[in-house]
């Protein structure tokens, strides 16, 4: 994936908004929270993203993805994809979806409905 397309996908999900930071990164948050960080290491695009807890422990020891550093460092479940093998363009795709979607269920009930989405499933 290159980074032009990472940025159109994410630019696709919805209720996004764009901003470079962090040294020209490319982060994409919804409501106002992360959920994708996007920039080029060696030429190629490196992307960090939000996991669930299940997705985490799959991914963060497979070649080409590691925990996000920093943010792993802090007891958060992040994932950096940094190198090849990686995850291929339609893995990586899934997992920034996902990566939305945690972020917006995380937003209050008044935000989440600002921005169009329904309220967050009481938890049971």
């Known amino acids: 994936m290159t980074c032009d397309e990472y940025n159109a996908f994410c630019r696709s999900l919805p209720a996004t908004t764009y901003v470079v930071q ?8 919804v409501g106002g929270r992360v959920f994708a960080i996007g920039g080029a ?4 695009l490196s992307v960090t993203f ?10 963060k020891g497979r070649p080409g993805l590691r925990p996000a550093p920093y943010l792993a ?3 958060m479940k992040w ?3 940094f190198a ?3 995850l291929s363009d339609d893995d990586l795709k899934a997992y920034l979806r996902r990566s ?3 972020v917006s269920e995380g937003l209050t009930k008044k935000k989440r409905i600002e921005l169009g989405f329904a309220p967050s499933p009481s938890p049971r």
Do not use: F
């Open 22 to 29: 962090w040294g020209g990164s490319h982060v994409w948050k």
């Open 100 to 102: 939305h979607q945690i």
């Open 73 to 75: 460092s802090r007891g």
């Open 50 to 59: 939000k996991a669930g807890d299940v997705a985490y422990e799959m991914l």
């Open 79 to 81: 994932i950096q994809h």
């Open 41 to 44: 290491i060696n030429g190629d």
């Open 84 to 86: 090849r093998p990686g």
